[in-house]
Nanobody
């Protein structure tokens, strides 16, 4: 069994920063890509940032220059450093990990940015 657990969400004022973490655990042989997605009510889940096993990154246009994704392969953990947060970044943020060839999602963590 594999578990993917996020942490680090919360309430922050516009212009502030938050750091999200996501750790995969369990029977892990390999982890390919890891990434962060977000979703607001009535909208589809969208990619925020992703990182490959060798560190190649991909960002949504709306977060480029403000968010940074990184990973620690020894800890099976991916991070999302979010700076200069805006009210429109408010969403539930989900971690996605491709583990042993299968896709796993975390339970989500709420990020709320007040104006």
């Amino acid at each position: 069994q594999v578990q993917v657990v996020e942490s680090g969400g919360g309430l922050v004022q516009a212009g502030g920063s938050l750091r999200l973490s996501c750790a995969a655990s369990g029977s892990i042989r390999s982890i390919n890509s890891m990434g962060w997605y977000r979703q607001t009510p009535g909208k589809q889940r969208e990619l925020v940032a992703a990182i490959s096993s060798v560190g190649n990154t991909n960002y949504a246009e709306s977060v480029k220059g403000r968010f940074t994704i990184s990973r620690d392969n020894a800890k099976n953990t991916v991070y999302l450093q979010m700076n200069s947060l805006r009210p429109e970044d408010t969403a539930v943020y989900y971690c996605k990990a491709v583990v042993n060839g299968y896709i796993y999602w975390g339970q989500g963590t709420q990020v709320t940015v007040s104006s």
